[in-house]
């Protein structure tokens, strides 16, 4: 039986459950409103009840009938890879039953790239059900074969057909302040962070203002950095100096951090020669955590971990400066276990 056959569909609308092939491995699968064929699967595949399944549509125009969220994440991450092997983990909508989802608040969706599947749930107007098919903790299945061996006993049908990625998708939860890549498949981490820091650097430039000032060794920097975020789309408040003479960096300090201070504007950036002096001096006022970063990863982790509003930089090293900044601006806080460590450090700011 094939995936186009009238009898695959009639076995879906009659609450059956179906192994068919997907683009990736061989899937199993009922219609996604229909709860006693969800809890069917969980029985054949002997799946642990605590396990919530995954959704396949036919394409991007089904979300709505499964989530509320208008993700701007998972609209970009849609837009570069579906169809195709990317799993998106959502917040679910009240259309979904607590049964798939085991009582969790989100929901995994895949639109595959196999056409006789998706042209198939697009006619049955409603997304389906679509996990691996095999018995829990066993290997993944691609070939018809097998999954006639495992399954034409305890399912109402198993079609024919190929797998061709045969390996299983890459997930993204995109319910998060982050997204957070949950599983490596056959689409990389790097082509999905690629699409990921392209919406961050949207998201921010359309918004921010930026206050930056420097002290003569960072003076070069400055007019460069204040340039490249004009370009990209901030609004850029330049505490100076205007010109390259020699400045007291606590003259620039000052003034940065009274404007982040203030909420004037977004964030800071500082530079002295080495950084050190402009960070001393950012951190004495109060509710401002600079941070001192001469690499990408200390950027990154500056914003994750300790919500740095100050970006502090040493114009003498020779370091990616720009990368350094755009990281800063970039990344969102992870809040979470880090904010109680946030409030003792301001417990010492009274
Ligand atoms: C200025 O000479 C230099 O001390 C300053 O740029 C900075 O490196 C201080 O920490």
Redesign the pocket.
């Known amino acids: 039986m094939k995936l186009d056959s009238a009898k695959v569909k009639k076995s879906f609308e009659a609450g059956g459950v179906v192994v068919f092939p997907t683009d990736t491995v061989y899937g199993i699968g009922c219609v996604y409103d229909d709860e006693d064929a969800v809890k069917k699967i969980f029985v054949i595949k002997q799946r642990d009840s605590n396990k919530p399944l995954p959704l396949l549509l036919s394409s991007k125009e089904q979300l709505p009938l499964v989530t509320d969220d208008k993700n701007i994440y998972a609209d970009a991450l849609t837009d570069a890879f579906w169809p195709g092997a990317l799993t998106l983990v959502v917040k679910k909508s009240k259309n979904v039953s607590d049964v798939i989802t085991c009582g969790t608040a989100t929901i995994a969706v895949r639109c595959p790239n196999n056409d006789g599947l998706r042209d198939l749930i697009g006619r049955l107007g409603k997304p389906i059900i679509g996990t691996s098919a095999n018995i829990s903790g066993e290997p993944s299945i691609t070939k018809y074969a097998e999954a006639k061996r495992v399954f034409a006993d305890s399912v109402d049908c198993v079609v024919e057909g190929r797998c061709t990625d045969n390996v299983p998708s890459t997930i993204v939860d995109v319910t998060g302040k982050v997204p957070k890549i949950l599983r490596e498949g056959p689409i990389t981490a790097d082509q999905v962070k690629e699409v990921i820091s392209r919406i961050k650097d949207k998201k921010a430039s359309t918004k921010m203002k930026i206050a930056i000032g420097t002290?003569h060794?960072g003076f070069g920097l400055k007019e460069e950095l204040v340039k490249y975020l004009k370009e990209t789309g901030y609004e850029v408040l330049d505490c100076g100096p205007a010109e390259g003479v020699t400045v007291d960096?606590p003259v620039s300090v000052e003034k940065v951090a009274k404007a982040v201070q203030s909420g004037k504007v977004d964030r800071g950036i500082l530079i002295?020669?080495?950084g050190?002096?402009v960070s001393i001096a950012a951190n004495k006022f109060k509710g401002i955590r600079a941070a001192l970063c001469n690499s990408e990863f200390m950027a990154e982790r500056c914003r994750l971990h300790n919500n740095a509003n100050i970006l502090c930089l040493g114009a003498e090293y020779d370091v990616d400066q720009k990368a350094i900044v755009k990281i800063f601006l970039t990344q969102e806080y992870e809040g979470g276990r880090h904010q109680k460590r946030l409030d003792m450090i301001a417990s010492f700011e009274s």
């Open positions: 002290d060794r960096y002295c020669g080495t050190l002096g």
